[in-house]
C-alpha cells in the first residue's frame, strides 16, 4: 500500500496503489497523495500529471471507511487550512492533470476526478458520490465541482440518491472525455498527457489558470487577467521559439522559459 509516483519523460504518473482496499484512502494515503501533488506541482521537470488506482477493479472506492469516520480531526486540526493540501483541495496545480480511471470511482475517488482536467475511463468504471449513503457528504470539492460540471438536475442526482452512472453515461454528460477499453485506459491517458507536454509549458499553465480562475471572477477582471498573462508570455523564450518554429516550418522546441 502506497502512493506511488514515477516519472516517464515530462509526464508524472501518481498511482493510489492499494487495490485491496480497492484504493480506498486513509490517513497515510491522503498525506503521501499531498506529497505527490507538491512534487508535481514543483518539480520543473513534469509537464503534465496521469492520476490512477492500481489494479483494475477500482480509480478509488474514496475515504478509507474503516477509518476516517471512526477518527474525525479535532477543532485545532479544522484550523490548519494550508496543512495536507490536496490536488481537490486547496492546492493550486497549473501542470494539466489526466484522470486514467480504471474501476469503481467512487466519494473521494470522486472528488478527485471532478479536480482532474482531462479523464480517460475504461468501459467498466462507474461513478457515484455515495456518501449520503453513508451518513455523510462529498467534501473536498463534491458539493462545489458536480454543480459546475453537469446539469444541475444530474449533478443533484448524483448528489442526493449516491446512485451510480456507468461509464457511457458518464460520457454522455461529458463528465469523461473517453471511454476505451480497460486495457487501452493508460496509453490513451498518456497519449494525452505527452501531447500536453509537448506544448509550451507556461502557455498550458497559464490557459489552465485562466480557465479555471473565471469561475471566481467576473468576465471584465477575467478579460483584463488574460491581457496582462498574455503580455507576460509575449516577452517569453518559449513564445519567440514558437513563432521561430513556424516560420522555419520545424518542431518547437519549448523550454518553460
Ligand atoms: N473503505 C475501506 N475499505 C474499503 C472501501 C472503503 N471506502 N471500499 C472497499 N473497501 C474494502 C472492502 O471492505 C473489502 O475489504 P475486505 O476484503 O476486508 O472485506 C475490500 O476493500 C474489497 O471490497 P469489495 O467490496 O469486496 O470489492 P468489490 O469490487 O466487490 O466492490 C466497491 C468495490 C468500491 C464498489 C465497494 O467496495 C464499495 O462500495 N465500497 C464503499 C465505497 C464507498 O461507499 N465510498 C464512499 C466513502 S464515504
Known sequence: MSIDLTLDGAVATITINRPERRNAMDAEHYAGLSTAWVEVRDNPAIRAAIVTGAGDKAFSAGADLKSFTAHAPSLAELMLTQQGQLLNRGLEVWKPVVAAVNGACLGGGMTLLLATDIRVAARHATFSVSEVRRGLFPANGGTQRLVQQ????????????????????????????????????????????????????????????????????????????????????????????????????????????
Do not use: C
Not at 187 to 200: G, H, K, M, S, T
Not at 201 to 215: D, H, I, N, T
Open 150 to 257: 453537469l446539469p444541475h438536475a444530474i449533478a443533484m442526482e448524483l448528489l442526493l440518491t449516491g446512485d451510480s452512472i456507468d461509464a457511457a453515461t458518464a460520457e454522455r454528460w461529458g463528465l469523461v472525455n473517453r471511454v476505451v477499453e480497460t486495457d487501452e485506459v493508460m496509453a490513451v491517458a498518456l497519449d494525452y498527457a505527452r501531447r500536453i507536454a509537448e506544448n509550451a509549458p507556461l502557455a498550458v499553465q497559464a490557459a489552465k489558470e485562466l480557465a479555471l480562475r473565471s469561475r471566481d471572477v467576473d468576465l471584465a477582471a477575467g478579460l483584463r487577467l488574460e491581457q496582462l498573462m498574455l503580455r507576460l508570455l509575449q516577452t517569453s523564450d518559449d513564445a519567440r521559439e514558437g513563432a521561430a518554429a513556424f516560420a522555419e516550418k520545424r518542431a518547437p522546441r519549448f523550454t518553460g522559459a
